[in-house]
């Protein structure tokens, strides 16, 4: 996810990859291009991946 950052433009750009890196990391948002950055399916993902993060870590640490 984090590794967008340091991609050429052409990649953060590219959907799939951008895609794929919200998969490991939503934050990875940050580094898509101002094209994906306005692209609902991509915000979408994003926040999502995030709320189910967020979600999981609370289960995990209330079930302790």
Do not use: C, H, Q
């Not at 590794?3 to 490991?24: G, H, M, Q, R, Y």
């Not at 926040?47 to 993060?53: H, I, Y």
Request: aromatic residues 10%.
């Amino acid at each position: 996810g984090e590794l967008l950052d340091f991609a050429d433009n052409s990649l953060k750009d590219d959907k799939e990859i951008v895609l794929t890196a919200i998969e490991n990391n939503p934050e990875a948002l940050e580094f898509a291009s101002d094209r994906l950055k306005s692209d609902r399916e991509v915000v979408y993902n994003s926040v999502s991946k995030a709320r189910m993060d967020i979600l999981l870590y609370r289960w995990k640490f209330i079930k302790r």
